[in-house]
């Protein structure tokens, strides 16, 4: 482990690209027992942990330490991890794994409307908390990669267009702000335009992520988007999955 981190890492929104960098992950978490486990973990795998108890502490050590992902528990005091989310957000655009003790839909869709990335439920493996975080942080890696090198043209499909080159997503020539996440399952469903995909393989696409225990996470983020772009633009398949309605015949990327 490379303790003194020769690395040109930057902080300005984007994990480092540079190969053998550490990342730096804060883990925000009130019970010291989980908090110690995940951080032991996290370092075991190569990870530069630091932690904090409070929401006042995580916004500190964030701005601070300028930490490439956050595992952000929702359940904090002096403030929770919804208002981490918002207070770090505001800041620059930072992969937000977020934990919740409750299995509880409406929690998780607004941790995802306050830029949260993902969520996991108490209880959970450890192993799936570190393949999830290295997931977060290479879709940072390719989002990065996507604006060097950028892909030409915008998908329109009716009156939904998505600019992939910026990132950008328009309904009726108003922007509408998704998360990183959001954007990755919309280009998914818009490659295949009225084509149903399984959850399973919007989990592997979007997340990298082949077990079907985290098919709950593809729901939840669909619901998100609809409620951003219109519920009627995504249809449900029952026990199958999902497809983005476009009109006949439907755009292309130009």
Not at 41 to 62: I, M, N, S, W, Y
Not at 83 to 101: D, S
Request: proline letters at 5%; one cysteine or more; a negative charge.
């Amino acid at each position: 482990m490379d303790h003194h981190r020769s690395t040109t890492q930057s902080h300005g929104g984007t994990a480092a690209a540079t190969p053998g960098a550490q990342r730096r992950v804060l883990v925000v978490e009130d019970d010291p027992t989980i908090t110690e486990a995940i951080a032991a973990r996290l370092r075991a795998e190569g990870f530069q942990v630091r932690t904090a108890g409070d929401g006042p502490a995580a916004v500190e050590v964030f701005e601070a330490w300028q930490p490439d992902l956050l595992v952000l528990d929702v359940m904090l005091p002096g403030f929770d991890g919804l208002e981490v989310c918002r207070r770090v957000q505001a800041q620059r655009p930072v992969p937000v794994l977020m934990l919740t003790a409750r299995d509880d839909e409406t929690d998780m869709l607004v941790g995802l409307g306050v830029g949260a990335d993902d969520y996991m439920t108490k209880p959970f493996s450890m192993r799936e908390l570190v393949a999830r975080a290295h997931v977060l942080l290479r879709r940072v890696e390719r989002a990065t990669l996507a604006a060097t090198a950028p892909r030409s043209g915008t998908l329109r499909l009716g009156e939904l267009e998505i600019d992939h080159a910026q990132r950008r997503v328009r309904v009726s020539g108003k922007d509408v702000h998704l998360t990183p996440t959001e954007f990755d399952l919309l280009v998914c469903l818009a490659n295949s335009p009225r084509a149903v995909l399984s959850r399973e393989q919007l989990l592997a696409e979007v997340w990298d992520w082949a077990d079907a225990s985290g098919t709950r996470t593809v729901d939840s983020h669909i619901k998100a988007l609809r409620r951003k772009i219109g519920a009627e633009r995504i249809r449900t398949v029952h026990g199958v999955g999902y497809a983005l309605e476009a009109p006949a015949p439907a755009s292309e990327w130009a």
